[in-house]
């Protein structure tokens, strides 16, 4: 059978619905199926489309299903109600082109439903099913930052990622250039980067800044995935090292400047991570928020006095953001907090935020200490 898009779009979404993920299911998949620029984009835009509205899709189906189908039937009726509500496509072009695609014994089914969808759609019973998000990252984000704005970075969550390329090549979000800028670092001094992969700061840091960067993470593959991003687009020194940023392989006071981009709930960078609303649990923030001020606190002997310390994170959470700052306030008391960066960023405790409405960017937090 010939291959189309939405055939590789539904192979992708089988698997992703299997556990695997987005970003690493779908492009050889796209290598092997032989087709078009223009249909790679398509079945591009539909496995993340679908996979980031899955809930809504959901709802907009199970209104018309008497019963349970089976999971290769559900991929199809999603990516038909994605057509259908999302990308507005014409009905008799979604629907056609979705029945040709599931197997003789289910079309009618498969057809009946769609038709359901594209005239008589049920309506959404709240904010969280519209948007397709958890319910609890509907509710913590509106505690955390109002209805407003949590509803407008939902919202813009729910976009295309905007592709953002560095002078030398490599892809990275505005909001991240930022941070890697924020840490300062001139031609004379040693920066780490403690939680280094996929390298993009590292590499950014020692393109602008640092004489010697030390890229360090606790996975060895991730690690070669930043030597490997620093071989082709570090213009400066990069060192990788493998080690956990909670005990640096560093000796204490020896570096200039460090940065500590923690590992982090994700909740500003959903839009780039369609899975990863499906992936994280409530449960984790805390967690998650204990491991950062573990990391931080290993950072902060690793620096000289009149050294520089870096904590940032790509999520919206309040635990993981001004909760760590307020945590370092106790514990670090003799920090001196450097001037945050402006707007589009908002100031947070002695840090700043950025919404990922304010700019059209990830949702990111940064904060910047230095020692006395």
């Given at each position: 059978?010939?291959?189309?898009?939405?055939?590789?779009?539904?192979?992708?979404?089988?698997?992703?619905?299997?556990?695997?993920?987005?970003?690493?299911?779908?492009?050889?998949?796209?290598?092997?199926?032989?087709?078009?620029?223009?249909?790679?984009?398509?079945?591009?835009?539909?496995?993340?489309?679908?996979?980031?509205?899955?809930?809504?899709?959901?709802?907009?189906?199970?209104?018309?299903?008497?019963?349970?189908?089976?999971?290769?039937?559900?991929?199809a009726l999603r990516l038909g109600a994605y057509q259908l509500t999302f990308l507005r496509t014409p009905a008799h072009a979604a629907v056609s082109a979705t029945v040709d695609e599931v197997p003789q014994r289910v079309r009618g089914l498969v057809n009946a439903v769609l038709r359901h969808v594209a005239t008589e759609p049920p309506p959404w019973p709240d904010d969280a099913t519209r948007l397709s998000y958890p319910d609890w990252i509907v509710e913590r984000l509106v505690a955390d930052l109002g209805a407003d704005a949590a509803l407008g970075a939902l919202e813009e969550m729910n976009q295309a990622a905007r592709?953002?390329?560095?002078?030398?090549?490599?892809?990275?979000?505005?909001?991240?250039?930022?941070?890697?800028?924020?840490?300062?670092?001139?031609?004379?001094?040693?920066?780490?980067?403690?939680?280094?992969?996929?390298?993009?700061?590292?590499?950014?840091?020692?393109?602008?800044?640092?004489?010697?960067?030390?890229?360090?993470?606790?996975?060895?593959?991730?690690?070669?995935?930043?030597?490997?991003?620093?071989?082709?687009?570090?213009?400066?020194?990069?060192?990788?090292?493998?080690?956990?940023?909670?005990?640096?392989?560093?000796?204490?006071?020896?570096?200039?400047?460090?940065?500590?981009?923690?590992?982090?709930?994700?909740?500003?960078?959903?839009?780039?991570?369609?899975?990863?609303?499906?992936?994280?649990?409530?449960?984790?923030?805390?967690?998650?928020?204990?491991?950062?001020?573990?990391?931080?606190?290993?950072?902060?002997?690793?620096?000289?006095?009149?050294?520089?310390?870096?904590?940032?994170?790509?999520?919206?959470?309040?635990?993981?953001?001004?909760?760590?700052?307020?945590?370092?306030?106790?514990?670090?008391?003799?920090?001196?907090?450097?001037?945050?960066?402006?707007?589009?960023?908002?100031?947070?405790?002695?840090?700043?935020?950025?919404?990922?409405?304010?700019?059209?960017?990830?949702?990111?937090?940064?904060?910047?200490?230095?020692?006395?």
């Amino acid at each position: 059978m010939t291959t189309t898009a939405r055939r590789v779009a539904a192979r992708a979404l089988d698997r992703i619905e299997e556990g695997a993920y987005a970003n690493l299911v779908l492009p050889p998949l796209l290598a092997a199926s032989g087709l078009s620029e223009r249909d790679r984009a398509f079945a591009t835009e539909l496995v993340y489309g679908v996979t980031r509205m899955r809930r809504a899709c959901d709802h907009l189906v199970d209104a018309f299903l008497v019963r349970p189908v089976e999971p290769e039937v559900r991929t199809a009726l999603r990516l038909g109600a994605y057509q259908l509500t999302f990308l507005r496509t014409p009905a008799h072009a979604a629907v056609s082109a979705t029945v040709d695609e599931v197997p003789q014994r289910v079309r009618g089914l498969v057809n009946a439903v769609l038709r359901h969808v594209a005239t008589e759609p049920p309506p959404w019973p709240d904010d969280a099913t519209r948007l397709s998000y958890p319910d609890w990252i509907v509710e913590r984000l509106v505690a955390d930052l109002g209805a407003d704005a949590a509803l407008g970075a939902l919202e813009e969550m729910n976009q295309a990622a905007r592709v953002t390329v560095r002078s030398d090549g490599y892809v990275q979000d505005e909001a991240s250039q930022a941070v890697a800028a924020l840490v300062g670092a001139d031609r004379r001094e040693v920066v780490a980067d403690l939680c280094a992969a996929p390298g993009g700061k590292a590499t950014g840091m020692a393109r602008t800044g640092a004489a010697l960067v030390v890229a360090s993470d606790a996975s060895e593959a991730r690690s070669r995935l930043v030597a490997s991003n620093a071989a082709r687009f570090g213009r400066g020194a990069v060192a990788t090292v493998v080690a956990d940023g909670r005990r640096p392989a560093l000796r204490a006071g020896s570096l200039d400047r460090v940065l500590v981009d923690a590992p982090c709930s994700g909740l500003g960078v959903l839009r780039r991570r369609p899975d990863a609303r499906w992936r994280i649990g409530a449960d984790d923030v805390e967690r998650l928020a204990r491991l950062q001020q573990e990391l931080v606190e290993g950072a902060v002997g690793t620096v000289r006095p009149g050294g520089v310390v870096v904590y940032s994170v790509c999520t919206l959470t309040l635990a993981e953001t001004a909760g760590v700052d307020r945590w370092l306030a106790v514990a670090h008391p003799s920090l001196d907090a450097r001037p945050p960066p402006g707007p589009p960023w908002a100031p947070l405790g002695r840090g700043a935020r950025l919404l990922p409405q304010a700019a059209g960017t990830d949702g990111m937090y940064v904060l910047s200490l230095r020692r006395p």
